[in-house]
């Protein structure tokens, strides 16, 4: 019998890509302060839905949903994965990581969008992505009958490999998503206003926040597209299973759509369109990388269990 936490984790995974599409249409917007109370709006729970509201008030009906989504995800988890306690635990953690997260965002409205609290709620949003998108691939394919199953011509040796280059992906990723959020929370995002130079310097003189976390969030991005691509050549000489292959053609794709965007945001000068769909390419290409990463943990681990097993 299929179990029904990993349907539930994969739904995480899609509503919080959701999630982070809307909250980055509310910054690109201006607004983020449209409802200047918390967790209220205008002191209701269903305040008129017009302008500014409409995406801010959205945003929280959407986390709010997304609070009960995974608690739900939790509650199966409990359930169905008495053989793999690891996976409850992990959920749990993603509950109190939600909860927090969901802390931080109302504090940004009751500090009025501080700049590090800002940059917290979004970075701690990629974070939760991260582990839920661990849980969804670790539990893909499993049934009540116990571990998920292996995967077919796919060795420890590669496995390991995978898990090492797309999380180092993963991690690059994560930092650039990081330094972007500081970059647009310190209305950073149009000071180095030319393309692909800086104020016609390839590193222009760092003398402020905005200016130093822009080229950072650049500079990363140039690194995040190399191991991308990296990623993707290994691929083409290791055995690496079709279906993989094509899972990191995607995350080429999408390395490549990322920086188009980010090229056209700055051309826009910000325009809603290409900076809501630039964060939403980063979390879907951070999701991609980790799932891949997870892949490659467990084909390790599945490969090696009958050798631990024969030695005992």
């Known amino acids: 019998m299929t179990t029904l936490h990993p349907r ?10 959701g999630l982070l599409f809307l909250g980055s249409i509310v910054h690109a917007t201006e607004s983020s302060l449209a409802c200047p109370d918390w967790p209220t709006c205008f002191g ?8 500014g509201v409409f995406w801010e008030h959205l945003h929280r009906l959407v986390a709010g949903g997304l609070v009960m989504m995974f608690a739900l995800a939790t509650w ?16 749990l953690a993603g509950v109190g990581l939600l909860l927090v997260q969901s802390v ?5 409205v009751i500090y009025q969008l501080p700049d590090l609290v800002s940059t917290t709620h979004l970075s701690l949003a990629f974070i939760f992505l991260s582990l ?8 893909h394919g499993s049934t009540g009958s116990g571990s998920p199953p292996t995967i077919e011509g796919f060795g420890a040796g590669e496995g390991r ?21 500081l970059v647009r929370h310190t209305d950073g995002g149009m000071s180095c206003p030319d393309v692909p130079l800086c104020l016609g310097q390839v590193v222009p003189p760092l003398v402020n926040v905005q200016i130093t976390s822009h080229v950072l969030h650049r500079f990363m991005a140039v690194i995040a597209t190399l191991v991308v ?3 993707y050549r290994w691929a083409l000489r290791a055995e690496v299973p079709t279906r993989l292959r094509r899972w990191i053609a995607g995350a080429v794709a999408l390395v490549l759509i990322q920086v188009a965007l980010g090229v056209v945001s700055v051309l826009t000068i910000l325009a809603v369109p290409p900076v809501s769909l630039h964060t939403l390419v980063a979390a879907a290409l951070l999701s991609l990388l980790v799932g891949l990463a997870t892949i490659g943990t467990r084909a390790a681990s599945t490969v090696e269990q009958p050798e631990l097993v024969e030695t005992r």
């Open 104 to 108: 931080f965002g109302g504090l940004t």
């Open 132 to 139: 839920a998108t661990v849980l969804a691939t670790a539990t």
């Open 44 to 51: 209701s729970m269903v305040p008129e839905m017009t302008g």
């Open 8 to 17: 539930a984790y994969k739904v995480t995974v899609v509503w919080t890509l």
């Open 229 to 231: 691509i990296g990623l």
């Open 161 to 181: 490999r995978l898990t090492l280059i797309a999380g180092a992906g993963a991690i690059l990723v994560f930092l650039q998503s990081a330094l972007g959020a």
């Open 76 to 91: 199966l988890a409990k359930k169905e994965t008495s053989d793999r306690p690891w996976i409850f635990r992990a959920s």
